[in-house]
């Protein structure tokens, strides 16, 4: 494997800021990222409050489920004693989601390993899975390649409710009946058949979106000694009880203070990524799976359309002795987090520290800094097939993102295309237009009203002139397939739907083409967290 480093495309205007000049971003976080922050981090930061054996508890029944391999063993002990962790989190899509899932997981692993050495203390990664988002649609899905073109794949049961991914569940015959399909799109290699039937084993008993990821998550880094826990989890909700009181009884101020804080951020030119309000309460209220973001209203919490209502009191009295029936938003979770884990950093991708870059205060209100936030790896594989095209028509990686390539398809089509057809084509539609005309004028003269019938008849010939033109483009695009195709294949590996490859595909097409032990070999890269995007040639 070779590593080339780029600078990071398609960032955002805050997200360059914060890869480039973190320093002026000061007003948004307490420390940059960079080896000196994590240092002062370690040394600043009371990682005793924490209630370490109640933690290794919860995470050891949760894991229990899927495996717990001897280094996760060993992490366990390591955080009940003073272990401090580094940790970054994901929605729980299918077959692990796009393969930033993946980068963030082996971001992770790599900075908790780099920091070991370093400082000299234990160092435990730590993968938080977002289990009580309910927005199915965005992790219900991979994208498949159909007919030369990327398609969405989506797993067809449908539920009338949007309940947490934790609690929705998988049709075990829809689902297998969905997996033969997708490999099917697959390329058969040496890969395919173990990799179908470890994935369908899997979820064998694991039937909910959160248990499926966490058990597939797990196969792959459990040699890694990754710490795996789903938000959702029931007995983490009740270590997460009296924490929840605090964001209850803070909820005004905490509002108050997030709301100054993305004013002053979109004030900067960076948006509004929250899209708070100075109601907002920051906490769902859960029944029979389904979360209902609650707001501030004459000093209860209220949902208004589902007609739920609390008073202060009662909200106190839920996370008491029903912390489940809580979950956390976007503001709320991000301090829980804080809360729960002695966290020296948080990784994180480019819209999640946006959202970060507005909690300062927040975290300030309950007496805490924010960890140090390290942008996660960003990477792009590139198999030996794509290499070849990008050195047969001398295109750099650069190049790609830039739209040159689609550049010199174009011009490629061009080169081949006769004009004279379409100028033939023009000059036929011309003539006929000029003939109608005449044909009208003569019929106005001899007083016939015919004038409509004329018009539908020229419109006619019209649209059959199109369609002759539009058969003949496709005929002769048909004739050059062969040399645009390749172009297209450079673009649907390196850029697909227009964006970095890491944000549509799937693990599964790389584990399919080389194998599992890929995630293995990513792992031996010694990856530089420096804000670059990493091109790794395999």
Do not use: C
Request: hydrophobic residues 40%.
């Amino acid at each position: 494997m070779r590593v080339e480093q780029y600078t990071q495309p398609f960032a955002s205007s805050f997200y360059k800021k914060y890869l480039e000049d973190p320093a002026s971003l000061s007003s948004f976080f307490h420390y940059e990222w960079n080896q000196k922050a994590l240092n002062n981090r370690l040394r600043e930061t009371d990682f005793n409050k924490h209630k370490r054996s109640d933690l290794v508890k919860v995470l050891s029944s949760y894991m229990g489920q899927f495996g717990i391999s001897e280094k996760s063993n060993m992490h366990l002990e390591e955080l009940k004693d003073n272990g401090i962790v580094i940790i970054g989190g994901q929605q729980a899509g299918l077959i692990s989601g796009p393969l930033y899932s993946i980068h963030k997981a082996i971001s992770v692993i790599t900075l908790a390993k780099q920091q070991r050495e370093i400082l000299g203390v234990p160092v435990i990664p730590v993968f938080w899975i977002a289990g009580e988002d309910h927005d199915i649609d965005e992790i219900n899905h991979v994208y498949i390649e159909r007919g030369r073109r990327l398609q969405k794949f989506v797993y067809p049961e449908v539920s009338r409710i949007k309940k947490m991914a934790s609690q929705t569940t998988l049709d075990k015959e829809i689902m297998n009946s969905y997996l033969e399909e997708l490999f099917q799109s697959l390329p058969e290699t040496l890969n395919t058949k173990e990799l179908f039937q470890k994935v369908t084993l899997l979820l064998e008993s694991n039937l909910t979106y959160s248990d499926f990821f966490a058990a597939l998550m797990n196969y792959l880094f459990q040699e890694e000694g990754l710490l795996l826990i789903d938000a959702a989890y029931e007995p983490f909700r009740k270590l997460e009880s009296e924490y929840f009181q605090l964001l209850v009884k803070n909820s005004s101020q905490l509002a108050k203070v997030v709301f100054e804080n993305e004013v002053a951020f979109e004030q900067k030119g960076f948006g509004t990524p929250i899209q708070t309000k100075e109601s907002a309460a920051n906490l769902f209220y859960v029944e029979n799976g389904e979360r209902f973001l609650l707001e501030r209203k004459n000093g209860d919490f209220v949902h208004e359309a589902k007609g739920i209502s609390f008073s202060e009191e009662e909200m106190i009295d839920l996370a008491n002795n029903y912390p489940e029936k809580l979950s956390n938003n976007v503001v709320t979770r991000p301090i829980m987090q804080e809360m729960v884990f002695p966290v020296l950093s948080f990784i994180g991708g480019p819209g999640e520290i946006a959202y970060w870059g507005t909690l300062k205060s927040a975290f300030e209100l309950f007496n805490m800094k924010m960890p140090v936030i390290m942008p996660r790896l960003s990477i792009t594989i590139v198999n030996s097939k794509t290499q070849n095209l990008l050195e047969k028509f001398s295109f750099s990686v650069p190049d790609v993102w830039e739209g040159k390539v689609e550049t010199a398809k174009q011009q490629s089509i061009n080169e081949h295309r006769s004009e004279k057809i379409p100028e033939l084509i023009g000059t036929i539609k011309q003539e006929l237009s000029d003939k109608y005309k005449e044909l009208e004028k003569l019929l106005q003269n001899e007083d016939l009203k015919l004038v409509p019938l004329i018009n539908k008849n020229l419109g006619y010939h019209e649209k059959q002139l199109i369609f002759i033109q539009n058969a003949i483009e496709d005929t002769f695009l048909g004739k050059i397939d062969a040399s645009i195709h390749r172009y297209d294949r450079l673009n649907m590996e390196m850029m697909p739907n227009g964006g970095l490859q890491e944000r549509t595909y799937s693990p599964l097409q790389l584990l399919n083409e080389v194998g599992v032990n890929l995630i293995k070999d990513l792992l031996e890269i010694p990856f530089e967290f420096n804000g670059k995007h990493h091109i790794v040639l395999i």
